[in-house]
């Protein structure tokens, strides 16, 4: 098949790029570069077609769309953070650019668009675990954002018939996750940071938990989602369905690079969700997703490649 990877060049983008490239399909990326890395790309040139271009420009995003067959949505401005900063950008980004690909998509005839969601879309609602019923309190312009692409995608199917399905990431980890940007998750920094026996900062007492889920899980909904045969409009879950706090996090690190070190905390920052767990019923129903590499496992090879990464540099 034929595939447009929008952000094909970030941390998640690259690894689906990476796993599209050995199963021989055809594949195309719309970057603009701003977060993601050229280096990501760097193995994959001679395979993919590679179109520099931004989301917000309606006709750098016609040309990227134009005879492709599947649209996997990852661009976008992430970080809660960032979002509160400067919350123009991330709508321009994340809202405008959705719907730019959208219709572009419609336009162009395409089989189906994955939109990459979030489990932040939740927000304040505290029920554990979260599921695709409860209704949505965005507590960032980050989140408000990935809750417009999704009612967008459910608007789209309705109305114009494009064949749409949204994934609520949780938390995602693993390979290529830059540990050096402000706006980086906390996994690649608290390794990054341990290894060098240097205290992470953890924002708030530590005690707030994530479903912390592997890349490889995220890279096998994508691609199921991208053919399967499941109700256009769609939105599932897609997570490990564990739950793990940050001092957890923070002592099995300590424990994979024998080291002690004790983190450094700072005040909680506006936007976090307390706590996060998902329900996957959905998604194993819709798209038969199950993830095949649990927390442990995953936690092992990403540290694994992080220590192999530092030894290089």
């Known amino acids: 098949m034929k595939f447009l990877i929008t952000g094909g060049a970030g941390f998640i983008g690259s690894n689906i790029v990476e796993r599209l490239v050995q199963s021989g399909e055809t594949v195309r990326v719309f970057d603009n570069f701003a977060t993601g890395k050229r280096e990501n790309l760097d193995p994959y040139l001679s395979s993919i077609e590679l179109i520099e271009g931004d989301l917000r420009s309606f006709h750098a995003v016609r ?40 219709d572009a998509g419609r336009e162009a005839g395409v089989k189906r668009v994955v939109f990459a969601s979030s489990s932040s879309v939740y927000g304040e609602n505290h029920e554990l675990p979260k599921h695709e019923g409860m209704v949505p309190e965005p507590v960032s312009p980050y989140a408000v954002s990935k809750l417009a692409g999704e009612k967008y995608c459910s608007v789209f199917s309705r109305v114009y018939g494009l064949s749409t399905v949204s994934l609520r990431y949780f938390n995602v980890f693993g390979p290529r996750q830059d540990p050096t940007s402000q706006y980086s998750a906390v996994i690649p920094k608290f390794i990054t940071a341990i290894h060098r026996g240097e205290s992470p900062t953890v924002y708030g007492d530590g005690k707030q938990s994530r479903d912390f889920t ?33 001092l957890e996090l923070i002592d099995r690190i300590n424990a994979a690079l024998g080291r002690s070190v004790s983190p ?17 019923e959905a998604a194993q129903r819709l798209i038969d997703y199950v993830p095949t590499v649990r927390f442990d496992e995953g936690l092992r090879r990403t540290i694994e490649w992080f220590t192999r990464r530092s030894a290089v540099h």
Do not use: W, Y
């Open 264 to 280: 450094i905390f700072a005040p909680q920052r506006m936007g976090e969700v307390r706590d996060s767990l998902a329900s996957i």
């Open 214 to 246: 592997h890349v490889a899980n995220v890279v096998d909904a994508n691609l199921k989602a991208a053919t399967a045969d499941c109700p256009s409009g769609s939105v599932m879950n897609i997570a490990c369905q564990e739950r793990t706090s940050l």
């Open 63 to 102: 040309e990227a769309v134009d005879g492709m067959e599947v649209v996997i949505h990852l661009g976008a401005l992430p970080s809660v953070p960032r979002s509160i900063k400067d919350p123009l950008t991330t709508n321009e980004v994340n809202v405008v650019g959705t719907l730019n690909v959208l």
